[in-house]
């Protein structure tokens, strides 16, 4: 089974710190994603990645930017923290375009 | 653009009921479409998916038809149990069209009483 493994379950972090979310898959896995999850709004998408070292912008990339310099790895960064993007933040990845998803067990951001 | 709308929640059933969330879509390409599911405290986990017309996905006793006429894909289960609370999403990803990006529901809620 894949396993997509986000690094952290709660973070507790203070406005305008700077924030790194990692996630980890062990399959191989072409694409990889982040959402957030909010009340009443859904699955957003932040960032995506096809391959090493390449970044989509998603429908909500402000405030956000990401890394994966390796292909199992893709982290999301908050540049500057705040209270708006508190969240439940969620990775997935994908073994090609229109595979399914794969995702992990999610991040619970806490911006105070 | 590629859009999705599922059956406004939240759905409460008593157990052994019939389950339907009604999900429909829209898409300029041919699109797989998926369900997933989400427990309490957990990730999304794929319930099952469909790739053309007329494919039927199944899992856990839960199908879906993938009907290309209607543009639907509505999730079933003859009979409930109370383990199947959970939010259920419907989702679509075209790659011809929308590089790989996968389009989600809302999401339905259901909740199974004994």
């Known amino acids: 089974d894949v396993k997509v493994t986000q690094s952290s379950r709660y973070l507790v972090k203070r406005t305008g710190e700077k924030v790194f979310l990692e996630c980890v898959q062990d399959?191989?896995?072409?694409?990889m994603f982040w959402y957030r999850q909010d009340p009443g709004l859904g699955l957003r998408l932040i960032y995506f990645s096809y391959d090493v070292k390449m970044k989509e912008k998603g429908d909500i990339p402000e405030g956000y930017s990401v890394s994966r310099e390796k292909k199992e790895r893709f982290s999301l960064i908050l540049e500057s923290a705040s209270t708006n993007q508190t969240s439940m933040y969620l990775c997935?990845?994908?073994?090609?375009?229109?595979?399914?998803?794969?995702f992990g067990n999610g991040t619970r951001l806490t911006v105070t | 653009g590629n859009s999705v709308t599922q059956m406004e929640g939240p759905v409460t059933l008593s157990e052994e009921a019939f389950l339907t969330i009604n999900c429909t879509y829209t898409?300029?390409?041919?699109?797989?479409l998926f369900w997933y599911v989400q427990y309490p405290g957990e990730g999304l986990q794929l319930l099952l998916k469909a790739t053309k017309a007329d494919d039927k996905g199944s899992n856990k006793g839960f199908e879906a038809t993938y009907r290309k006429e209607t543009t639907s894909f509505h999730l079933e289960k003859g009979s409930v149990q109370v383990s199947d609370s959970a939010v259920y999403f419907c989702?679509?990803?075209?790659?011809?069209?929308?590089?790989?990006?996968?389009?989600f529901g809302d999401g339905t809620t259901l909740t199974v009483k004994p």
């Open positions: 399959m191989d896995h072409e694409n």
């Open positions: 997935a990845s994908s073994l090609r375009d229109g595979s399914p998803l794969h």
């Open positions: 989702a679509l990803s075209d790659y011809n069209t929308n590089a790989g990006k996968s389009t």
């Open positions: 898409a300029t390409g041919y699109p797989s």
